[in-house]
């Protein structure tokens, strides 16, 4: 295939040796791009990928000289082959991590009463999120919030229990050959970040960049005086600033480029995915490739639903279940087991140790708090789907569910849909709206809509860019009556 201009413009910055940042619109082929560059030097490259199976492919896609491997892997060649006999320890409850680590009792937060279970579990998130940064070390702010504890001043005293227990937690995960604290791969990454290791590349590309965890970009970065940095990726798809991660692109010191030819779909889909780039507030618009015939319409029998939330794509599971189809999620069923449990748990006069319902003595109380307090409006999708279909319904659905290959129907959220694509998709229905545009309710076209936040506009721009051939927006056609919309 020629070059775009777009892919010739990004070579030849590349041949100048300039530290670049591409960013790169959906379909519009970044690592197609990333091995032009790799195939027209000699010199010695290393391709960061996101994830495994991005690496895998790339392999075959890149030429020798690059080496492809995911930042886990080159921290475990490094420093995690250390760890092996702990990575392979048994799994064990968090309360006995936590009690192992001197966590024995239960404490009253406000009016609040956290139990030992409960802690263990903030405890072990606290370390977690640590990991993701490139702090030095665990202080308040890794400490998570915890439903009904969002005040600073509940905050600050629950940290002052958890920070210090944290700390003893790290320095156990230090010790290769045994500890309390079972040992996973983000802490061999996060020991390894800290020797702030030198790579032995004459160029990096570091792919999706717009969602690297600080962790990364820091191993990235400190690379600059002795390697040419390429980073590629799209602002508009960061979608997981809430568990951390940065858009490490917009500020990025050197020359920036852009890919707009999309080749995934055509002109009417790019004009829909631009009115989204719009309201995000992107640096970037797309152009649909005219011989790619995408439509924009309904979808009676769709390759796969795209949600807002977990709870959305389960109900959408029973719902094509009862239909007789057979169903996948993707990312599996895991999370939505351990909420279903959790609501079975109280519902039957239990606590649960689960980190978003821990503070709940019961099913009542969930549904009081989902139902009045605005900081719970996020629960009341559960809260429903628990009371419609009970929690059995929902942990038999899970129990049925079906690999993708051998699937009718794959749902998915639109978080772990980025990156994949289907022939045919439709939008669900559980995408927030802008307040004068919820059903039933009066609009007057001629008011300026609620803002329509950035991270819900970028989240839906990957919803509607994962079709080849037909996107039903179902739950985001609202917005061709929104007032000021672009094209």
Same mark, same amino acid.
Not at 86 to 107: C, D, S
Not at 284 to 310: F, H, M
Not at 428 to 447: I, V
């Given at each position: ?255 920036? *480029? @852009? !890919?707009?030819? +999309?080749?995934?779909?055509?002109? &009417?889909? $790019? ?7 719009? /309201? ?76 978003? *319902? @821990? !503070?709940?003595? +019961?099913?009542?109380?969930?549904? &009081?708090? $989902? ?7 996020? /629960? ?78 970028? !989240? ?28």
């Amino acid at each position: 295939m020629k070059p775009t201009d777009e892919q010739t413009a990004a070579a030849d910055a590349f041949h100048a040796g300039e530290h670049l940042a591409l960013q790169a619109g959906a379909g519009t082929g970044k690592t197609t791009t990333l091995a032009l560059l790799a195939c027209t030097t000699k010199r010695r490259g290393r391709y960061l990928a996101y994830n495994r199976a991005i690496a895998h492919d790339a392999t075959a896609r890149f030429p020798r000289t690059v080496q492809c491997k995911t930042t886990h892997a080159l921290a475990y060649a490094a420093i995690g082959h250390r760890y092996t006999r702990r990575l392979n320890a048994p799994r064990r409850p968090a309360w006995q991590t936590g009690q192992a680590l001197g966590l024995t009792k239960a404490i009253r937060i406000g009016e609040r009463d956290l139990s030992q279970r409960a802690l263990s579990n903030a405890l072990l998130r606290t370390v977690t999120r640590f990991c993701h940064t490139a702090d030095n070390q665990i202080t308040r702010h890794h400490v998570p919030k915890l439903r009904g504890l969002e005040d600073t001043d509940l905050h600050r005293e629950l940290a002052a229990h958890i920070v210090p227990i944290a700390r003893k937690a790290w320095s156990d995960l230090q010790n290769p050959d045994d500890g309390a604290v079972r040992f996973e791969h983000d802490h061999y990454l996060k020991i390894w970040a800290l020797t702030q290791p030198k790579l032995d590349a004459d160029y990096l590309l570091l792919d999706e960049a717009q969602d690297t965890d600080p962790v990364v970009e820091q191993i990235f970065l400190n690379q600059r005086d002795h390697a040419q940095l390429v980073m590629v990726g799209d602002s508009a798809q960061a979608i997981y600033h809430w568990r951390g991660a940065k858009d490490v692109m917009t500020g990025f010191n050197g020359t920036h *480029l @852009t !890919l707009s030819q +999309s080749f995934r779909f055509g002109p &009417d889909l $790019a004009e829909e995915a631009n009115r989204w780039l719009h /309201l995000a507030d992107a640096p970037i618009r797309l152009t649909g490739t005219p011989a790619v015939p995408t439509e924009i319409g309904p979808v009676t029998s769709p390759d796969a639903v795209l949600c807002r939330t977990n709870v959305g794509a389960m109900a959408h599971v029973m719902t094509h279940m009862a239909a007789g189809h057979q169903v996948a999620l993707t990312g599996g069923g895991d999370s939505l087991y351990a909420l279903a449990q959790a609501a079975r748990d109280l519902k039957e006069g239990r606590r649960t140790h689960h980190p978003e *319902l @821990t !503070l709940f003595p +019961s099913w009542g109380d969930l549904q &009081d708090y $989902a139902a009045h307090d605005p900081a719970g409006r996020d /629960l009341q999708p559960l809260v429903n789907l628990v009371d419609t279909h009970g929690t059995d319904a929902i942990l038999t659905a899970v129990a049925r569910l079906v690999p993708e290959q051998a699937a009718h129907i794959t749902t998915s959220t639109a978080h772990k849909a980025k990156g994949r694509e289907w022939p045919c998709v439709l939008i669900a229905d559980d995408f927030a709206r802008p307040k004068q545009h919820q059903p039933g309710e009066p609009s007057d076209p001629a008011t300026a809509p609620e803002p329509i936040d950035d991270a819900e506009a970028r !989240l839906a721009y990957v919803a509607v860019t994962r079709t080849r051939q037909r996107l039903d927006l179902g739950g985001l056609s609202w917005i061709h009556d929104t007032p000021g919309r672009a094209c």
